[in-house]
């Protein structure tokens, strides 16, 4: 066990890099932050600094002046939420049935899941629109859930299926021999253990989908069905001029919820993660 010990100076490195990498991952989000409360005189100072020297809330007042941003941060809960709670309800039981019932179909199944990933996405989204058109869904929000249930089904599935390796089997047998039901089995003993996997797979299915913008920006025309990813685009002007304090407090706005979210579930989250990547 001592070999794998790390010395004082090696462990005090470690924490050091750790250290960078989080300045690193934290510095666009704190500029934005500080960005959204400047005023415009700052804004265009030729020597910026972190903290405003004259806060003001005029960013967001502008940006809900000028771009519809309720109705647009409405449009992408009704989406995000909507793919998340159909994408884990499609892809339990599927995770289910591949990690129970193993076999070269379902060895075939998880290879294509992985390969799926890697697609990009401009080859999905022509075969993606002539279906939604066929479908009459183009430019619906309908049809943006559907796309993004398709999108994050692959990653779901990948990510409860190990997560229901984890749970022993035996647990299943013991409640057969007491006399449960398949479906009680399922309800009273699987799904309680299921649940942080769930709550940490929907999590990451509506993050995606609240972020998302290529689909979006495609298949949706209509301005009042626009998502808040693509309505902060709004805020460029014709020739690529961004108007960068009012865009500052509406993207700080946007980043909110998927703080938020993380924040209360956090550790739902470390637990499903973590469970997902241990096998029976």
Request: hydrophobic letters at 60%; charged letters at 10%.
């Amino acid at each position: 066990m001592s070999a794998f010990r790390t010395s004082g100076p090696a462990r005090a490195g470690q924490y050091a890099a750790l250290l960078a990498y989080l300045v690193f991952l934290a510095f666009p989000f704190l500029w934005l932050v500080s960005t959204a409360f400047k005023p415009a005189t700052e804004l265009g100072s030729l020597h910026p600094t972190w903290i405003p020297r004259d806060p003001t809330l005029d960013n967001f007042r502008q940006a809900f002046d000028e771009q519809p941003l309720l109705r647009a941060a409405g449009n992408s809960l009704l989406a995000a939420l909507a793919a998340a709670l159909v994408a884990v309800a499609v892809a339990t039981p599927m995770a289910y049935v591949l990690a129970r019932h193993r076999s070269r179909l379902t060895a075939a199944a998880s290879g294509w899941v992985v390969v799926s990933q890697a697609f990009p996405f401009v080859l999905l989204i022509i075969p993606l629109f002539l279906v939604l058109k066929n479908l009459h869904l183009v430019n619906s929000l309908p049809g943006l859930v559907l796309v993004y249930v398709v999108w994050s089904l692959p990653f779901a599935l990948w990510m409860l299926t190990g997560y229901v390796r984890a749970v022993p089997a035996e647990l299943e047998e013991a409640a057969a021999v007491d006399g449960a039901g398949r479906l009680r089995t399922l309800v009273s003993v699987i799904g309680p253990l299921l649940a942080p996997g769930v709550v940490a797979t929907a999590l990451f299915a509506f993050v995606t989908a609240w972020n998302e913008f290529f689909f979006a920006l495609v298949l949706l025309k209509t301005p009042e069905k626009q998502t808040l990813p693509v309505v902060l685009t709004h805020f460029l002007g014709a020739e690529g001029v961004a108007d960068l304090g009012p865009l500052a407090a509406a993207a700080f706005l946007a980043t909110l919820p998927s703080l938020v979210v993380f924040a209360l579930i956090q550790r739902r989250i470390t637990g499903g993660l973590a469970a997902g990547a241990v096998k029976s």
